[in-house]
Nanobody
Framework: VQLQASGGGLVQAGGSLRLSCAASGSIFSIGYMGWYRQAPGKQRELVAIITRRGSTNYADSVKGRSTISGDNAKNTVYLQMNSLKPEDTAVYYC???????????WGKGTQVTVSS
């Protein structure tokens, strides 16, 4: 499984960004995909995930401000982030969990910077 993430950038507080993650390769057994983030000096943390069936889960810190969605035809997952805060600044990583081998695949991170 290969993951190609895009959509990061610099935005002012209160602004919006949409991240995209396109999966390719052996995608037939992907159980879920999602976004994680890592701020400087902090551990990587869950932002949001979506299962193949469309069930979603969000971190409390982004709930109500972010929406994760998937396009099965394009094998792409999106993360729409609104009302961004400086504390959302981090490198955002796309992840896919593959059921057959029970392993994670990570994309290269994309930087999100929110200025105050």
């Amino acid at each position: 499984v290969q993951l190609q993430a895009s959509g990061g950038g610099l935005v002012q507080a209160g602004g919006s960004l949409r991240l995209s993650c396109a999966a390719s390769g052996s995608i037939f057994s992907i159980g879920y995909m999602g976004w994680y983030r890592q701020a400087p000096g902090k551990q990587r943390e869950l932002v949001a995930i979506i299962t193949r069936r469309g069930s979603t889960n969000y971190a409390d810190s982004v709930k109500g401000r972010s929406t994760i969605s998937g396009d099965n035809a394009k094998n792409t997952v999106y993360l729409q982030m609104n009302s961004l805060k400086p504390e959302d600044t981090a490198v955002y990583y796309c992840k896919a969990f593959e059921n057959y081998y029970n392993r994670d695949y990570w994309g290269k991170g994309t930087q999100v910077t929110v200025s105050s």
